[in-house]
């Protein structure tokens, strides 16, 4: 398996070959995901909903993503590594969102970080990127900006709004992102976007025409059940493996069927 980097990602696209994501937050998983031969993982702030309990990403904060960033460099065989930047970490000077990014690379081993918002967090992506780390964009449903949205609502549906999404996506192109998610947007708009970007564009809840997709592994896995998305498709349920073994293990225990002869030393 060849090691995946920020060009693998744009070459993809230019040979019109689909780019595949998953988030991760751990060794485990990254190993059993990344000997997929999966393109990028992405250590998601996803980790506040799903790892952490809390009911949205803004706690989350940079000591959380380093810390789950380095556990999951540990078990990765080679897929692209991005950490997201959690909220008010880039937003507030650009000094500061050079300094978080230079400290999820350093110290965490993250490849790329990835960022919510278009036009008015230009600065902080360009002084991000001439810093010489590679950022990934991330437009339509910002859950950092859950609080403005008012919830988790699908974003880009009137003409006013997909036009100001396909600036947006311009300008941070321009700006020196390397690939953008698009999430829960119309179907037709994201085709539009993908369309004008060279880079390429991973969709979540966007349908099918982005250059790649990325999905929440705790959600496609059946192991976060607190609200599930529309767009989600489970291609497991290991939710109930785990609660079956665990019930198995407990009944075996409880009955001395567990440990047997060949669970004990001599
Ligand atoms: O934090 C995250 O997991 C994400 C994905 C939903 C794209 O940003």
Redesign the pocket.
């Known amino acids: 398996m060849s090691k995946k980097t920020v060009l693998t990602i744009l070459e993809k696209k230019h040979i019109g070959e689909k780019i595949t994501?998953l988030?991760c937050y751990d060794y485990v998983t990254a190993k059993l995901i990344s000997s997929q031969d999966i393109d990028a993982l992405?250590v998601?702030?996803?980790?506040g909903n799903v790892k952490l309990g809390y009911e949205n990403?803004l706690s989350v904060t940079v000591d959380n993503m380093i810390y789950h960033t380095k556990s999951v460099k540990r078990g990765n065989a080679g897929a692209l590594l991005i950490t997201?930047m959690p909220f008010m970490s880039y937003e507030i000077t650009v000094e500061d969102a050079v300094r978080n990014a230079a400290r999820i690379v350093k110290e965490g081993g993250a490849e790329a970080v990835?960022v919510?918002g278009g036009i008015e967090i230009l600065d902080k992506v360009k002084a991000i990127s001439d810093a010489k780390v590679p950022v990934v964009g991330?437009l339509g449903l910002t859950?950092q900006a859950i609080n403005k949205f008012g919830g988790f609502k699908v974003q880009g549906r009137t003409e006013e709004a997909g036009e100001k999404l396909i600036a947006d996506a311009e300008a941070l192109e321009k700006a020196g992102i390397f690939a953008v998610?698009l999430?829960a947007i119309p179907g037709q708009l994201a085709k539009e976007v993908t369309e004008r970007l060279k880079i390429p564009t991973?969709g979540?809840g966007s349908g099918r025409y982005c250059d790649g997709q990325?999905?929440?592994i705790d959600d496609m896995l059946g192991m976060f059940t607190d609200f599930t998305p529309k767009f989600v498709k489970k291609y497991a349920d290991v939710g109930n493996t785990i609660k079956t073994a665990v019930k198995n293990y407990i009944d075996e225990v409880k009955e001395g069927q567990f440990p047997r002869e060949e669970n004990t030393y001599k």
């Open positions: 994501m988030t992405l998601g702030d996803t980790l990403t997201d990835k919510e991330h859950p998610v999430e991973i979540i990325v999905l929440v």
